[in-house]
């Protein structure tokens, strides 16, 4: 039990469509990052946040957007979804500092339909 | 994406027995990191390791952070069913991305 949570666990969209996740960081970290994990993969960054501010990108387009909340809380936000969208998408927290150690969610199942 | 070199892909052993994966980088990391993760799960963290060279031991998990930080391995010692699941080594440089390999997929046969 990380103490990250992410919601909704499953999720069916169709192309063309919007969809945000959410994440609830671990208490008292203030840095979330996304990545998305395509079947049979390994997680692929997307990006990161760190005090409200993006931290950080991977090679995903604009249409992959972020917030993070005065909570530490945050949400991925996908316009004009694509069928190579579906995925697993992980959200994991950290406390900024020398060994900053990621620690992960279960992930939303998102399919694209 | 970026992807370390992670080998073997799958195992499939017998109970009891030993167990060896490794992964290769072209960059150095200052951090490598071992995670366990199970179906509808995410990943949990096995071991941490930060210095070149550093060997770390959680229970019968063993990881090593190469001299060259360009690679690390993990044994698992006198398997037990619980172990099955997808192993992934992530590096990582100060506070940023994790960078992860394609997963060993391990099956333990009782």
């Known amino acids: 039990e990380t103490g990250v949570t992410q919601s909704p666990t499953h999720l069916i969209k169709t192309r063309g469509q919007q969809v945000t996740l959410r994440c609830s960081s671990q208490s008292g970290h203030n840095t979330v990052s996304w990545y998305q994990q395509a079947l049979g993969q390994g997680p692929q960054f997307i990006f990161q946040y760190y005090r409200e501010e993006e931290n950080g990108r991977g090679n995903f387009p604009p249409r992959f957007s972020g917030l993070q909340f005065p909570n530490y809380s945050s949400e991925l936000n996908v316009n004009a979804l694509e069928l190579d969208d579906s995925a697993l998408y992980l959200c994991?927290?950290?406390?900024?500092?020398?060994?900053?150690?990621?620690?992960f969610g279960a992930g939303t199942r998102l399919s694209v339909l | 994406g970026q992807q370390l070199n992670q080998s073997p892909q799958s195992m499939f052993i017998q109970e009891g027995e030993d167990v060896s994966m490794n992964c290769t980088s072209s960059?150095?990391?200052?951090?490598w990191l071992w995670y366990k993760q199970e179906p509808g799960e995410g990943p949990v963290l096995l071991i941490a390791l930060y210095k070149a060279g550093e060997l770390t031991s959680n229970g019968r998990l063993t990881a090593q952070f190469g001299i060259t930080r360009k690679d690390s391995f993990l044994n698992i010692s006198a398997s037990i069913p619980s172990d099955a699941g997808i192993y992934f080594c992530?590096?990582?440089?100060?506070?940023?991305?994790?960078?992860f390999g394609q997963g060993t997929r391990l099956t333990i046969n009782p």
């Open positions: 994991a927290s950290s406390l900024r500092s020398l060994r900053d150690i990621q620690y």
């Open positions: 960059s150095i990391f200052n951090t």
């Open positions: 992530a590096g990582q440089m100060g506070a940023q991305k994790l960078v």
